[in-house]
């Protein structure tokens, strides 16, 4: 019996759900984590009424970014070293599917705390951070980041410095996103025009990152 | 050392001599920079001797994916190495201009953060790669990444094409209306610029490339005589 590529995508993110729903260990992690990097940022930065304009698009990605890694790291090591990779990789499956799994799992996840996190900083800073143009950056760059994520971190978990590995051979990487998705926040949250050209960019940045992790994902897991 | 490889060096050596003439002596004054304009044969064809350099190492990741001689991998690391120096050398030669033209060592711009994003993209490649153990899978992995590596390559070859608001002067075709210090490239510039840049752009790179590769050749014999030794 062959399971179909759809079937086998919504089951690898749906374990990857139902891990987390039973120990729910992960999602709380990356909340309380990004509640404290935000906590940081405010007192690090001082952030007053003027800063927090300037700031609050980079304050978001940041956290964004820094929570995301944790997810990331954690969701490839346990595959790593429980064995369910190499099980994976014997199922008669895409090498594909096998990735977008576990980009959807990680991309859920992410996009669970940006989306708890949105109307928080609505609150705290004052600003209409729920503006669908906002959310819908926000996936976008959590789409993308993801993308390149689930690559580095197949790849970095099986080094030796895993956990320092990923954040140093990503992040550079990672760049462009911050950069465009950055722009393109404060572009929303200031009501310039020029969100929409950033908004793009950073879409054609996130495509380009799918395109090719997808490309390059059966080399980093078959050897 | 390979009888083409020993006249390539040569001819490097003399090329850059000659280059250097042409840029120091041979060509004019700017008007309005001065001698440090003369920076500028340097600095820009750096960035391409570093294009070549990450273009090479892009083709040798390439290769390595696509089945081929694991010797491509050394091709793709000498390629990081080369690139790496060059773009270091193109970023330095920048702030150093910078420095009385726009008044400052370092500033925000995109092109000059792109720059600096591939430099730091090149040097989590060389730290990734001391991160693994085995060969086989560091050889797989690290083509994996150079070929990820490149798209900041382009970006930066790119960015000031997208993103318009930069003080970086463009001087094949039209400069960004805010561009600060920026020249014409008479006929002048190009007397001096043309040779330098073909020979940062082809023989510099291709020469360090060849004697890093052969140095990593040696390294490996090296290992494996050490693990045989140790065997015995």
Request: hydrophobic residues 55%; positive net charge.
């Amino acid at each position: 019996m062959k399971t179909s590529y759809v079937a086998a995508v919504l089951a690898i993110a749906g374990k990857d759900l139902r891990v987390e729903l039973r120990s729910r260990e992960l999602l709380s992690l990356m909340l309380i984590f990004a509640l404290l990097s935000i906590l940081v940022f405010s007192f690090a930065l001082e952030l007053d009424r003027v800063a927090r304009e300037e700031a609050v698009s980079g304050v978001l990605w940041v956290t964004l970014i820094f929570a995301s890694l944790l997810g990331l790291n954690r969701s490839l090591a346990q595959e790593y070293d429980q064995g369910n990779l190499d099980a994976l990789l014997l199922a008669p499956l895409s090498r594909t599917a096998i990735f977008i799994g576990k980009f959807a799992g990680n991309a859920l996840f992410t996009g669970l705390v940006a989306l708890l996190l949105l109307p928080l900083m609505t609150a705290l800073y004052g600003k209409n951070m729920l503006d669908p143009r906002l959310v819908l950056t926000t996936l976008v760059g959590i789409a993308g980041f993801c993308a390149l994520g689930t690559l580095m971190a197949t790849l970095t978990v099986k080094t030796r410095a895993r956990e320092a590995l990923l954040p140093v051979a990503m992040m550079p990487l990672a760049l462009p996103f911050l950069l465009t998705a950055v722009r393109a926040t404060k572009g929303i949250l200031t009501n310039a025009t020029e969100w929409q050209a950033w908004f793009q960019l950073l879409a054609g940045v996130a495509l380009i990152y799918l395109v090719l992790c997808l490309l390059l994902f059966r080399f980093v897991v078959e050897e | 050392m390979p009888r083409l490889l020993r006249a390539l060096t040569i001819a490097t050596v003399l090329g850059f001599a000659a280059t250097l003439y042409l840029g120091l002596f041979a060509a004019g004054t700017d008007i309005q920079q001065g001698a440090v304009q003369r920076i500028f044969y340097i600095h820009m064809p750096a960035f391409f001797g570093a294009f070549t350099a990450f273009g090479l190492s892009l083709f040798g990741g390439i290769m390595v994916l696509a089945g081929k001689s694991a010797d491509w991998d050394k091709l793709a690391l000498a390629g990081v190495e080369v690139g790496l120096a060059f773009a270091l050398i193109n970023l330095l030669t920048g702030a150093i201009w910078a420095r009385p033209i726009w008044n400052t060592w370092w500033t925000w711009d995109p092109r000059l953060t792109s720059a600096a994003i591939m430099c730091l993209t090149y040097a989590a490649y060389l730290m990734l790669r001391a991160g693994f153990d085995d060969t086989e899978r560091r050889r797989t992995f690290m083509s994996v990444y150079s070929i990820l590596g490149f798209v900041t390559v382009l970006i930066t070859l790119f960015i000031i094409r997208i993103v318009p608001e930069t003080i970086h002067p463009v001087i094949v075709g039209a400069s960004p209306q805010n561009a600060q210090g920026s020249f014409e490239a008479t006929s002048g510039v190009m007397l001096a610029l043309a040779p330098s840049l073909l020979l940062w752009l082809t023989l510099m790179p291709i020469t360090l490339m060849w004697h890093r590769y052969r140095l990593e050749d040696r390294l490996e014999s090296l290992n494996r005589a050490k693990l045989k030794a140790l065997s015995e």
